[in-house]
């Protein structure tokens, strides 16, 4: 009986070592429930829930919130990555928090911003979020988004063009190219601003 003990408690940790072995074999640090399920070959989902558990207690994995989990915790992950996981859906970041970065508007952002298919204002660790709602035939219109430390973000004119569409008499610090702006509008199907290309004209 000894032996047998002894036996299956290497099994389970040579299992545990390559199940923690294939999340870090991603390259991702966060992992949703159906994505831990995946990985693990695990179907059951109160094998799965059990197997979370135990990794959890033995510090191999941190929650993040319910069914968000991190090989980190979750005080060292990027806010920007852990903010788009807890979306947990099609968003990019952009408006605000990518003009700011570019100098575009200069009062001070406490909130990182993205837009997605949902709007919500949420807090995680001590990180400020907002989630602004785009119509369907805008959010997915792919004009300006590419791939950023793992994360879609906007160009700074794709930003604008964003953020004019929720409020067109935002006020913008910085000078503005509107005639590749409003080429981008026309693009993305956004309603026009003419009125702001008409004040830059008379600035």
Request: include cysteine.
């Amino acid at each position: 009986m000894l032996l047998y003990n002894v036996h299956m408690s290497t099994l389970s940790k040579n299992v545990t070592a390559k199940r923690i072995a294939s999340l870090a074999a991603t390259g991702v640090t966060l992992f949703h429930t159906a994505d831990l399920a995946l990985l693990f070959g695990i179907r059951n989902p109160n094998t799965l829930r059990v197997t979370i558990s135990r990794y959890l207690r033995s510090g191999l994995l941190y929650r993040v919130h319910r069914g968000l989990y991190s090989l980190r915790t979750p005080q060292e992950i990027d806010p920007v990555t852990l903010g788009a996981a807890c979306l947990h859906r099609y968003c990019y970041l952009s408006t605000e928090t990518v003009l700011a970065s570019e100098g575009f508007i200069l009062q001070n952002i406490d909130a990182t911003t993205f837009v997605s298919g949902v709007s919500r204002r949420f807090t995680m660790s001590g990180h400020r979020y907002v989630s602004r709602r785009l119509k369907s035939e805008f959010l997915h219109h792919p004009a300006g988004i590419s791939m950023v430390n793992g994360v879609l973000t906007a160009s700074p004119l794709r930003a604008l063009a964003d953020l004019l569409s929720f409020d067109p008499h935002y006020h913008i610090d910085h000078p503005v190219p509107w005639d590749e702006l409003r080429t981008l509008q026309q693009t993305i199907g956004y309603p026009l601003t003419p009125n702001r290309y008409v004040d830059s004209a008379r600035a």
